[in-house]
Nanobody, 120 residues
């Protein structure tokens, strides 16, 4: 079993930055695909970014978000810059043991979520 704990969420003004963290425990996740998803009120959960060999981003965050991992700490960090009000959502970290992580259904382990609120 893998446990994922997100931290670093909060309230920020538009144009500001936040760095989230996703700390994994239970197993080493260095070979796992690690993804970030978000869910805004009344909307479906959507893919934001993943790191699995390379890094991949949804179009709306390209150039603003950067995802990285520290295998020594078993932690993944999405850095979010130039935040917009439409980025407001609960952000979820997820892990796919297969290492692919191409679809939401591939992710076996999920964190509890971190609220990110961007004020205009």
């Amino acid at each position: 079993q893998v446990q994922l704990v997100e931290s670093g969420g909060g309230l920020v003004q538009a144009g500001g930055s936040l760095r989230l963290s996703c700390a994994a425990s239970g197993r080493t996740v260095s070979t796992y695909a690690m993804g970030w998803f978000r869910q805004a009120p009344g909307k479906e959960r959507e893919f934001v970014a993943r790191i699995s060999g390379g890094t991949y981003y949804t179009d709306s965050v390209k150039g603003r978000f950067t995802i990285s991992r520290d295998n020594a700490k078993n932690t993944v960090y999405p850095l979010m810059n130039s935040l917009k009000p439409e980025d407001t959502a609960v952000y979820y970290c997820a892990a796919d043991p297969s290492g692919w992580g191409r679809n939401l259904g591939d992710y076996r382990y999920w964190g509890q979520g971190a609220q990110v609120t961007v004020s205009s």
